[in-house]
C-alpha cells in the first residue's frame, strides 16, 4: 500500500526530498527537452536575419521601459487575430530572441507586425506621448526616449553576448556595432554602405526621430518597431501557398 | 510515538502521531476523490489519443484525428474567404458606382468600414476622420489628390512616400535650408500665405510694411509656388499640393509652422495597405473615408 | 559595483546593494557578537527571525498592494506618471508583482516555515546566523530587484525580472536556507515529518530548480547589468512559463498549503481531516504541477502537443488541488461555531474556498477552447487576484493573527474588532475586483472575436480598450479597500506587540517556553 510506503518515506527528510526532485523533474523533461530535438519544432526559414545593432539597442529599451507588460508579440493561430493583426507568429520569427517577448497580456494591441504599419513620425509623436494622437490611449508617455541620447558604447559587449549564447553575430559586426548603430540612424553617414554590406539591403536607414543631428533612444525604439514581423518573410510566404490552392480564394497577398 | 485513538466528533481514528497539538484522523480517501480522478486521467487518455501529445525523441505522437492548429486555422481561412467571396467579389470587380447602386453590398460595407478605419487608419487621422497635427483631416471636403473614389483607392494602395514602388510623392521643398529663398522672403511669403487663407491670423502688425510685404510675398508665390499650389493657392492635386486658401492645415497655419515649413520643406508619410488589406478591404475603406464628412459623398 | 559599474543604473543598484549589505552585516555581525546561548536558551524555540519576517512582510504588504493600487489607477488614468521615468505602467508593474509575491508572500513563508518546523520538529533551528542570512539576504534580492525595476532594469521574464547578480545572489541565499531546513529536520524530535514540511520542502527544493534554470544567462559584462538569456524564442517561452506556472504552484500554492496544513487545524483545534488525503494531494499536486505550463501558451509558436499535455495535467491537477482544500474545510468539521464567531478562523476558512475557486477556474481556463477567450485578457488578471487575494493574503492575515500572540506571548490581538473590520475590508476589495475583472475579461474576449453577418471584426481594439475603463476604476477602488484593510493589520500587529499584556498562561503552541520535552526525550 502506498500508505506504509509513505511512512517510511516520511520518516527521512533526504529521502523525501529527492523523492520531490525526482517526481518534479519529469514534468519539464519532458516537455522543455524534445523543443530542441524535434526538428520542426522551429521552421527554416533562410531569409531570417539578426537584428542590426541599432535594433537590438531599441529592443532592450523596449525591456527596459516594460513595453511587453502591455503588448504581446504573438499572433495566435486563431481567426479573429489573423483578421486583426496579419498572419499568426511562427517560432522562426523570434529564434533571435533572447529572451522572447511574446507577452502575457493585451493591454495594448499585438505588436507582431507593427513593422512599417505607420510611420516613423507617428511612433515618433505617440511614444512622446500617446494622446496626441490618440486622445483615449492609456499608455503612458516616453517623452525622455527623445530626450536621451542613445548609448552605443556598449552596444559591441551587446553583440558579443548575443552570439555567445547562439545569435550569429559576424566578427565585422560585433567589432563595428557602434559605428553601424550610428549609421543606421544617419542617412549621411559614410558608414552607411558598410552597414548595408553587413545587414543585407532591405535594412532602413532613416532618421527615425526627427532629428538628424543626433542618435537618440527614440531613434532606436523607432528602429525596432519597425522591424517588428519583418526578419522573415515566412509568414506571409506561406500563408499565400496556403490560400492560393484554393481558387475561390479572393484575398490578393502583395508584396 | 502516541497511540491512535477516536475523535469524537467525525468518529475516525487518528493516525497516533502529534505534532506539538496537531493530530491526525486516517479517514480513508474518500470515492469521489478517486472517481474524479479516475474520470480526469480516462478524460486524459483520450485527449492524448486523438490529439498530437506525447514527444517520441525526434517526433511526437500525431494524434489519430490527424488534428493541427495551423491546418484548421487555414481551412477556416478558406472557408471563410469563400463565404465572403459573395460579397468580396463583386466589391473588388464592380466599380464604385456600381457597388453604390447595390443596397446589399453597400450595407455590408457601412457595417464593415467603422471597425476597419479604426484599427488600420484612426491611428493617424483620428477617429472620425477628425486628423491632428501632421496628420490630414480626412472628414473635410478638400481633399490633396482629388474627392475622386479611385484616387484614394490608389492613395490606399500605395500610399504617400511610402517604401511602396509606385508610392505616390508629395515633396514640399525646402526653399530655407537649401538656400533657395531667403529669411526675409520667406517671411513675406508666410504673410501673403496667410492673406490668401480663411484662417484667422490675429495680424499684431497691421502696419505699411505688412502690405509691401505681402506685395513682396505674392510676386516670391508666383515665382515658386504657384507651380505647385496654382496661382491661386488652390492646390494641385496632381502632385498631391495642398490648398491653401481654405482654414486648413496639416502642418500649422501660424506664422512659426508656416516658416518652418517653406524653411525645412515636408513630406507626410503615408503608409502603403496593398500588403495588409485586399482589394475590397480598401475599396471599403474609400467608401467609408468619403462618407467621413457628411457630403455628397456619403454612400 | 557602485564605482566600476558601466551603466548609471548598475551603480545606483551598486550602491543600494552596499548601503544594504553594511546594514545587513552589521546586524549580523551583532548577533554573531552576542554571547553564545546558554544551554538554557537553547532549550527555546529561535523567534526572534521570526518576528522579524513578520514585520518585513507586512512592510512589502503595504508597499506592493500600494503600488498595485498604483498601476489600477495608472490603467484608468495614465497621467498619474506624472512625466517620470521610474513611474510609469511597465516599470511599476514588477514591482507590484515582486513586492507582493516575493516581499509579502515571501516573507511570510519564510517566517511561518521557521515557526512550523521548529514546532512540528520540537527542535530549535541549528544556528542563529543562518536563518538571519536567508531573511535578510532574502530582503537584499528584493530590494535590488524593485529598485532595479524603477531603474529599468529587468530581464523581461514575468515574475523572473531580476538581472543576472540579483539571480545569483538569491541561489546562495536559497541554498542556505534548503541547507537550514534539511539541518532542522534532522535535529527533529517526532519520527513523522509533518506535511506542512513536506509543502515547505517542496517549496523550497522546486523553486531552487526552476530559478536556476529560468535564469540562465549571459551577461555582457560583468561590471554591468544587462544579460541575455540563454534560450530564445520557443525553447526560451516554454521554459519561461514552466517557471512562471510552477512559480504558482510552489511559491504561491505549495508554500500557503504548508501554512494552511499548520495554522489552520491549531487555530481550529481539530484534527487534520485526513492524512491519507493529504499524501495524494501532496504528491498530486508536486507532479502534476510541472505538466501544466504549456496552458500559458495555447495556439502560440509552441508546438501542439505540449499544449495538449498542458491541458490534460491541468485538468487532472484539479483533483488534488481539490483535495487538499477539501481536506482543510473537512478539519473544521466540529468548528463551524468557531468559523463564525472568530475572524481569524474566517480569514483561513475563506482562503481555502478561494484556492478551490482560483484552481478551478484555472483549470478551466487551461482548456484550449476557454483560453481562446481568455488568455491576453483581464480574465487572466481576475483569476490571478482571485488567488492571491482570495487564497494567499487571506491565509497570510489568518495565520500572523493567529502568530503574533503565540510568537509575541500575548494575551491576544489588540483589537478583535479591527479584525473583523479587516476581514469584511477584505472580502469586499476582493470580490469587487474579482467582478471588475471577470467582466472586463469577457467582454474583451468577445469584442475581439465579434464578426458581422459579413464576416468583418464588428469592433475595433480601440472600442474594446475604452469600454474597460469603468472596469478599471472599480477595481482600483476595489484594491484600495483591501489595501486599506491590510493597513489595518499592521496597526493592530504593531499595536499588539506594543501595549497587549503578556500571557499569564502557556498555550499549548510552546511559543512561550522551553521545548516542551516530552517523555525522557532529552534536546540539544
Ligand atoms: C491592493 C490590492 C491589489 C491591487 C489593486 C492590484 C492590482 C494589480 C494590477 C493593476 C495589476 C496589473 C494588471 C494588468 O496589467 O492589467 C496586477 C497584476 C498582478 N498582481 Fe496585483 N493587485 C493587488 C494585490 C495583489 C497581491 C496581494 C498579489 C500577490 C500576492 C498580486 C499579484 C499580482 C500578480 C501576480 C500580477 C500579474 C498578473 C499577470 O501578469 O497576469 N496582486 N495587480
Ligand atoms: C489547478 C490550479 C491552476 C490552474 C490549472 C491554473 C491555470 C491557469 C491558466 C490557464 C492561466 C492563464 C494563462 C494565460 O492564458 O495566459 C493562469 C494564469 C495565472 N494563474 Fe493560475 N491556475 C491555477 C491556480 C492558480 C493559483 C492558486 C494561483 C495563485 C495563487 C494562480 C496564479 C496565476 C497567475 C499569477 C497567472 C498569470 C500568469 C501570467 O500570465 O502572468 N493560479 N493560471
Ligand atoms: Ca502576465
Ligand atoms: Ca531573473
Ligand atoms: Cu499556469
Redesign the interface.
Known sequence: M??TL??KI??N??V??LG??A??????L?????????????EHAPDMRVYTPLELAGR?IY????????H?Q?I?????????Y?P??????????????????????DLARIG???????HT??LVN???????????????LLENEL?TT?LR??L???S????PYEDSMINLANRDAVAQATPSSDDVAGLIARYGPATSVRVFDGDSQRVTEMDAVVAYLQILGRLTEIA?SEQSV??DT?D???????? | MSVSERDKYSGHMTTGHEWNGIKELNTPVPKILIACLSAAFLFAIGYWVLMPAWPLGDTFTKGTLGFDQRKHLAQQMIESDNNQTRWTDPIEQLDFDAIRDNPQLMAIVRESGPALFEDNCAMCHGNNGDGGKYFPKLNDTSWLWGADPNAILETLAVGINSAHPDTRIALMPAFGSSGVLSAETIDSLVLYIQSISTTETSSTTETTTTAENINAGQAAYSMYCAGCHAQDGSGNIEVGAPNLTDDYWIYGGDSVALTATLTDGRSGHMPAWESRLSLSERKILTFYVLSLNGVGDNP | MALAGHDIGFQLQGAVIVTAALVTLGALFSIRSQPEATAEELTYYYDAPIKAGIYLSLIWAMLGMFVGVWVALLLAYPELTFDYAWASLGRLRPVHTSGVIFGFGGNALIATSFHVVQRTSRTRLPDQLSPWFVLLGFNLFCLVAATGYLLGITQSKEYAEPEWYADIWLVIVWVTYLVLYLRTLARRQEPHIYVANWYYLAFILVVAVLHIINNLAVPVSFLGSKSYSLFSGVQDAMTQWWYGHNAVAFFLTSGFLGMLYYYLPKRAERPIYSYRMSIISFWGITFMYMWAGSHHLHYTALPQWVQTLGVTFSVMLLVPSWGSAGNALMTLNGAWHRVRDDATLRFMMVAAVFYGISTFEGSFMAIRPVNSLSHYTDWTIGHVHAGVLGWVAFIVFGTFYSLVPWIWHRERMYSLILIEVHFWLAIAGTIIYLIAMWNAGITQGIMWRTYNESGTLTYSFLESFVAMHPYYVARAFGGFLFLVGAALAFYNIVMTVRHVPLARNVTNDASVGPLSVPTGEATA
Not at chain 1, 519532458?30 to 522551429?42: K, N, Q, R, S, Y
Not at chain 1, 495566435?76 to 486583426?84: F, N, P
Not at chain 1, 555567445?164 to 545569435?167: A, L, M, P, Q, T
Not at chain 1, 475561390?248 to 508584396?255: L, Y
Open positions: 502506498i500508505f509513505h511512512n516520511e520518516r527528510s533526504i523525501l526530498a520531490i526532485i517526481v518534479s523533474a519529469i514534468g519539464g519532458v516537455e522543455i527537452a524534445p523543443l530542441f530535438t524535434i526538428d520542426d519544432t522551429v532592450n525591456i527596459r521601459e516594460g513595453c511587453y507588460a502591455c504581446s504573438m495566435r493561430t486563431l481567426k479573429d487575430e489573423v483578421d486583426r496579419g499568426y507568429s511562427r517560432a522562426v520569427e523570434s529564434q533571435y530572441d533572447h529572451p522572447m517577448l511574446w507577452g502575457s497580456k493585451r493591454t495594448g494591441p512599417e504599419k505607420y510611420s516613423d513620425l507617428w509623436r505617440h500617446p494622446r496626441d494622437v490618440v486622445p483615449q490611449s492609456i499608455m503612458p508617455a516616453y517623452s525622455w548609448n556598449d559587449g551587446n558579443k553576448a548575443m555567445r549564447v547562439g545569435v506571409h496556403q490560400t484554393n475561390n480564394t479572393i484575398k490578393a497577398e502583395g508584396s
